[in-house]
T-cell receptor, first 112, second 114 residues
Framework: KQEVTQIPAALSVPEGENLVLNCSFT??????LQWFRQDPGKGLTSLLL?????REQTSGRLNASLDKSSGRSTLYIAASQPGDSATYLC???????????FGQGTTLQVKP | GAVVSQHPSWVICKSGTSVKIECRSL??????MFWYRQFPKQSLMLMAT?????????EQGVEKDKFLINHASLTLSTLTVTSAHPEDSSFYIC??????????FGPGTRLLVL
């Protein structure tokens, strides 16, 4: 059974810092991995989608990497801003059915 | 990106009543919709997968007779919480996708059962 773990559970940094969020999964046979952002009381916004054949994806100040063999992904946020404060969720799909298994999330606070 | 809406955004009901939540894909036809539940400070847990024109597939531990899912068209899926109880209070989120493509999530529906 696939399990997804995110570390740390919470993170507080001053504005401008670069930071890394970690995601690990137990079954390396994944179809793809996604990073989402969730603001309090809101739905999810997809940030980056990495297919199983890819090693990384970039969008603006965000960079996500994927190492299937070790069951790990990282989300790198450069030059963090207060507006980046949110909960970041990692999710893996084990097939093209679209079913996603989510991690517990990392709640990020960027202080001005 | 594609837009998925949910209605209502929040609902308060008495214990024992039934509540229907709608999930719509506004600008694309979704062959598959997913229903998730999220308790406070916890992650999303998949409840069921809904395919247009067929019965929903429920995850282990989710009562199909309590959480009725209907996916009557390519743009609409509904989740009905029957005989709701306080422990059903949660944040319900749907998502919609085309086969093999990313999922687009709705804004969620907060249910409070008194």
């Amino acid at each position: 059974k696939q399990e997804v773990t995110q570390i740390p559970a919470a993170l507080s940094v001053p504005e401008g810092e670069n930071l890394v969020l970690n995601c690990s999964f137990t079954d390396s046979a994944i179809y793809n991995l996604q990073w989402f952002r969730q603001d309090p009381g809101k739905g999810l916004t997809s940030l980056l989608l990495i297919q199983s054949s890819q090693r990384e994806q970039t969008s603006g100040r965000l960079n996500a990497s994927l190492d299937k063999s070790s069951g790990r992904s990282t989300l790198y946020i450069a030059a963090s801003q207060p507006g980046d404060s949110a909960t970041y969720l990692c999710a893996v799909s084990s097939g093209n059915t679209g079913k996603l298994i989510f991690g517990q999330g990392t709640t990020l606070q960027v202080k001005p | 990106g594609a837009v998925v809406s949910q209605h209502p955004s929040w609902v308060i009901c008495k214990s024992g009543t039934s509540v229907k939540i709608e999930c719509r894909s506004l600008d694309f036809q979704a062959t598959t919709m997913f229903w998730y539940r999220q308790f406070p400070k916890q992650s999303l847990m998949l409840m069921a997968t809904s395919n247009e024109g067929s019965k929903a597939t429920y995850e282990q531990g989710v009562e199909k007779d309590k959480f009725l899912i209907n996916h009557a068209s390519l743009t609409l899926s509904t989740l009905t919480v029957t005989s709701a109880h306080p422990e059903d209070s949660s944040f319900y989120i749907c998502s919609a996708s085309l086969p093999g493509e990313t999922q687009y999530f709705g804004p969620g529906t907060r249910l409070l059962v008194l």
